[in-house]
């Protein structure tokens, strides 16, 4: 029995793989009946435990290759655990359950039922639901034609319509659901939010952390098949971004931080979370090492570091150095990479103000950019510099640091454009009297 309103839970689960680093070694193996071992073992999930109370949203996140997928199989029992214990109160669908269940042969009406009904539900409760599974999936005709005809884009449609239908305890929700147009995508994340309304309880496993910031109660980071953290979503989304694959769970950092010479300008107070950045940066170094950066932090306008921030926002980019030789043509700069690695935008300080900095080795150095995030919803990977400020284009580079953080832009419910970026527009229209209904009329984008 399952205490109070716990629906799910998952205690030790363990997931062993065989790998064989060749692939007639399996055939071996399998002809000596064993005795002959050519395979080593791989522990994809390590004593996982948690569990999900009635109503609750929990989301499980992790960097690629932590056992997400994995997981996601046992929970829709794809897979076996090789051991653990999963127990479930009440009736829980997967998508991935439901996708994998369909035959390639069948129409999209005859998987409909037959996967239905091996999920435990009957014809007429199936029947009764029809118009409405008919309805969502907004796939007309195509529902008499083999699903081995279908886009993938179908494919999903058809699951998630079933799945939105029917009516279980616990929902396990994955990546499948980011498949589809951008409309259909809408129509599943507006059902989530419905699901939550209701009390449904909710699993969560994917990659999409404004999702997880947006449904879920609580989130569980996986990493290296391990439960290394949980917490509140924001909490967790933040130590997703800044730990980049490494250093969860409290590891300690590895690497010492450059000592800072006493003769600094007084009163600098570098903060911890602006070092980390830069000793977990993936990214490329480059420089002569005459300036070296120390730190990095966008913070919002209460001062707190900031791992995301909606289009419009300002933030404050702070990059501190330390000066190990004079220079007497310093810049600060920076710049922000979309995930196909284009640069959306990149400043320097002397662009901005035609300043020439000098600097006396050993200073401590903060600069700063306000910076207005004028830039469409998604990932963005920033570097952060320091070099010389002869011309606009730095000839000598001091210290640069590719991929010291991400910053993850959302978008504002008051504010809507497509592109790249945002550029403040307004709107007029003018007509003559006689014409009725047109009037003069301007329109700007203002916070309602
Ligand atoms: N069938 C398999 N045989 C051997 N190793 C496997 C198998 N499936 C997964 N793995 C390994 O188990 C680990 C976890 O994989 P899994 O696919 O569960 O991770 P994930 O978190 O879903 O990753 P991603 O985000 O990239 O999809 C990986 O190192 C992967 O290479």
């Known amino acids: 029995m399952l205490k109070n309103n716990i629906v799910v839970d998952i205690k030790e689960l363990s997931k062993k793989y065989k790998i064989y680093a060749k692939p007639h070694h399996r055939l071996l193996e399998w002809i000596t009946l064993g005795n002959l071992k050519?395979?080593?073992?791989?522990?994809?999930?390590?004593?996982?435990?948690?569990?999900?109370?009635?109503?609750?949203?929990?989301?499980?996140?992790?960097?690629?290759?932590?056992?997400?997928?994995?997981?996601?199989?046992?929970?829709?029992?794809a897979l076996y655990p090789s051991h653990g214990s999963m127990k479930v109160k009440g009736n829980m669908v997967s998508l991935l359950e439901l996708g994998t269940g369909f035959n390639p042969e069948l129409t999209g009406l005859q998987n409909i039922f037959t996967s239905g009904k091996l999920l435990g539900f009957s014809d007429e409760y199936?029947?009764?639901?029809?118009?409405?599974?008919l309805e969502f999936s907004e796939l007309g005709d195509f529902i008499h034609q083999p699903v081995k005809s279908y886009s993938s884009g179908m494919y999903v449609r058809l699951a998630f319509s079933l799945y939105a239908s029917l009516d279980p305890d616990i929902y396990v929700v994955d990546e499948a659901l980011s498949v589809g147009d951008?409309?259909?995508?809408?129509?599943?994340?507006?059902?989530l939010q419905k699901l939550k309304a209701n009390g449904a309880a909710i699993i969560l496993v994917t990659h999409d952390m404004q999702s997880v910031k947006k449904y879920c109660d609580r989130v569980i980071i996986l990493n290296n098949g391990k439960v290394t953290n949980e917490g509140s979503p924001l909490e967790m989304v933040n130590l997703f971004?800044?730990?980049?694959?490494?250093?969860?769970?409290?590891?300690?950092?590895?690497?010492?931080?450059?000592?800072?010479?006493?003769?600094?300008?007084?009163?600098?107070?570098?903060?911890?979370?602006?070092?980390?950045?830069?000793?977990?940066?993936?990214?490329?170094?480059?420089?002569?090492?005459?300036?070296?950066?120390?730190?990095?932090i966008f913070c919002d306008s209460d001062g707190k570091e900031a791992r995301t921030a909606n289009t419009g926002d300002n933030l404050t980019l702070?990059?501190?150095?330390?000066?190990?030789?004079?220079?007497?043509?310093?810049?600060f700069t920076f710049q922000m990479s979309d995930r196909h690695n284009t640069v959306v935008f990149g400043q320097n300080s002397y662009m901005i103000n035609k300043?020439?900095?000098?600097?006396?080795?050993?200073?401590?150095?903060?600069?700063?950019?306000?910076?207005?995030?004028?830039?469409?919803?998604?990932?963005?990977?920033?570097?952060?510099g320091a070099t010389d400020c002869q011309t606009e284009?730095?000839?000598?580079?001091?210290?640069?640091?590719e991929g010291c953080m991400t910053l993850e832009i959302m978008k504002p419910?008051?504010?809507?454009?497509?592109?790249?970026?945002?550029?403040?527009?307004?709107?007029?229209?003018?007509?003559?009297?006689?014409?009725?209904?047109?009037?003069?009329?301007?329109v700007k984008y203002a916070r309602q």
């Open 393 to 401: 284009v730095s000839n000598k580079i001091y210290d640069t640091i």
């Open 355 to 384: 300043n020439i900095l000098s600097a006396r080795k050993g200073n401590i150095i903060k600069a700063s950019f306000k910076i207005e995030m004028n830039l469409f919803q998604g990932l963005y990977t920033v570097m952060v």
């Open 38 to 77: 050519k395979h080593t073992d791989f522990w994809a999930l390590r004593d996982v435990s948690f569990s999900v109370s009635e109503g609750e949203c929990i989301g499980i996140i992790g960097h690629n290759g932590a056992g997400k997928s994995t997981l996601l199989k046992i929970l829709s029992k």
């Open 413 to 442: 419910e008051w504010r809507s454009f497509h592109g790249v970026a945002f550029m403040k527009s307004t709107f007029e229209i003018e007509g003559t009297n006689r014409t009725e209904g047109i009037h003069r009329n301007e």
């Open 241 to 296: 971004y800044s730990s980049n694959g490494k250093n969860l769970a409290g590891q300690q950092l590895e690497g010492e931080l450059i000592e800072i010479s006493s003769n600094g300008i007084v009163g600098i107070d570098i903060p911890e979370e602006s070092k980390h950045n830069i000793q977990n940066a993936v990214g490329i170094r480059r420089g002569d090492g005459k300036v070296r950066i120390i730190g990095a």
């Open 126 to 133: 199936l029947n009764a639901k029809l118009t409405s599974i």
């Open 318 to 331: 702070s990059i501190y150095s330390e000066i190990i030789e004079n220079v007497d043509d310093l810049a």
């Open 182 to 191: 951008i409309f259909f995508q809408q129509k599943c994340f507006d059902f």
